[in-house]
């Protein structure tokens, strides 16, 4: 459960970096691309904590 908690919040933290880089970025390519990392990324955390909650 710990490493699952863990991953949890590893997935949260690369999604935050990514929105941050997405907003400083200035070239529109790199710019939509980290939009789209940072929402895959809270998309896989929240499947995680999905499946956090399910085992408890």
């Given at each position: ?27 529109p ?28």
């Amino acid at each position: 459960m710990k490493d699952m908690q863990a991953h949890l919040e590893k997935l949260r933290i690369e999604a935050e970096e990514c929105e941050l880089i997405s907003k400083l970025a200035t070239n529109p390519t790199k710019k939509e691309l980290f939009a789209r990392l940072a929402t895959h990324h809270r998309t896989l955390a929240d499947e995680v904590e999905r499946a956090i909650k399910k085992s408890q």
